[in-house]
């Protein structure tokens, strides 16, 4: 059974990452989104274990400080990590897993896994970017000035990824985001007994 | 100006290289082959420094001592050497150069060029591969063992490479090739000036 592929997208707000995150789950459903620990209270219908492992802060903080997570975050007084243990376990087992996680998250990521592949994908321009957001209609003036703002920063920290798309044409942006996951699955790491099965005259299932 | 893209396939004898080679300049003309240097004499049409830079043993010792050469190779009592700079000089200039070398002038450049692709092609199983070839007709049964058995040394030396492809079928494999090739364009070397041009509006020509 070959590994699993760890990636990573990050793209500021507006940028299009859900799109391209929900056709390539579409396209190749052995992607699924990575579970994670949040300390926040579960909302109506959430599944303990499928959408997130609710857990207390103290416990949270606990397993945080044995290094339990591969990232981890406290947004708006809530925490939420990914436990890195799961994680690789995933990946031995052959699924993908697909992070939507922001940029500090994903340095945290990159730096505390050997493994994986972090995508930054840029809108084609700041301007752009304002103008997809004014058209969107969802965010009032001050809310788009915080993302472009926030946009400016991210983009300065693009150079610790490993790839970069622009989504200037979206089709374009998931032609080169499925290039990269196939390109991915050809490093030798991810079938590494194939050398003696073809020499045996076998080849992998 | 991106940076041009080193790619370097290896594979046994009979398993497609050239097939996907051709195809490949076909469809991506950027890319071309480097040219070498090499001892043996012009065969009638040959062009120094369009075919080879055909240069004297003595003269082919003395670069070679003064590491002149990203990998150099004694075949059949000729040398063969591909200058170091002249690969770094037109990848500056943004010329992809594809490398039809042995596995041995492979895992040299991949140890004197701090970039590029290595790419191992294999056949589906060394039965196939000794199917095709008895079926290409070309080979005498001697040589035909000679190949398997250098296709076994060769196939136990891919794990020195960074991406494998099975070519089983063509199509399949072409399109792993691509995939590389796509995927690796996107790595931020490529295009390092990309984030301040998105943060001020422009995008790469």
């Known amino acids: 059974m070959p590994?699993?592929?760890?990636?990573?997208?990050?793209?500021p707000s507006g940028t299009g990452k859900s799109t391209l995150i929900n056709m390539l789950i579409?396209?190749?459903?052995?992607f699924e989104f990575s579970v994670s620990c949040t300390t926040r209270p579960p909302r109506p219908g959430e599944v303990n274990g499928k959408d997130y492992y609710f857990v207390d802060p103290d416990e949270f903080?606990?397993?945080?400080?044995?290094?339990?997570?591969?990232?981890w975050a406290k947004v708006h007084d809530n925490y939420y990590g990914t436990p890195g243990?799961?994680?690789?376990?995933a990946l031995d087992s052959g699924r993908s897993?697909?992070?939507?996680?922001?940029?500090?998250g994903a340095l945290q990521l990159k730096k505390n896994m050997n493994t994986g592949l972090f995508v930054f994908v840029f809108p084609p321009s700041?301007?752009?970017?304002?103008?997809?957001?004014?058209?969107?209609?969802?965010?009032?003036?001050?809310?788009?000035?915080?993302?472009?703002?926030?946009?400016?920063?991210?983009?300065s920290q693009?150079?610790?990824?490993?790839f970069w798309i622009i989504n200037d044409n979206l089709e374009t942006a998931f032609n080169d985001l499925k290039a990269i996951v196939r390109a991915e699955k050809l490093r030798p790491v991810y079938s590494p007994r194939l050398p003696g099965m073809i020499l045996k005259g076998d080849t992998e299932p």
């Not at 579409?26 to 052995?30: A, D, F, L, V």
């Not at 903080?61 to 990232?71: Q, T």
């Not at 243990?85 to 376990?89: F, G, I, R, S, T």
């Not at 897993?97 to 500090?104: A, E, N, R, T, W």
């Open 3 to 11: 590994k699993g592929v760890l990636l990573t997208i990050c793209a």
């Open 26 to 30: 579409h396209e190749q459903p052995e």
């Open 61 to 71: 903080i606990s397993l945080r400080d044995r290094n339990f997570f591969a990232e």
């Open 85 to 89: 243990k799961e994680v690789e376990n």
């Open 97 to 104: 897993l697909i992070f939507d996680i922001d940029v500090q």
């Open 126 to 155: 700041l301007k752009a970017l304002e103008q997809r957001l004014l058209k969107r209609g969802t965010d009032d003036p001050e809310t788009i000035r915080t993302r472009i703002r926030n946009a400016h920063h991210e983009i």
């Open 158 to 162: 693009s150079g610790l990824f490993d």
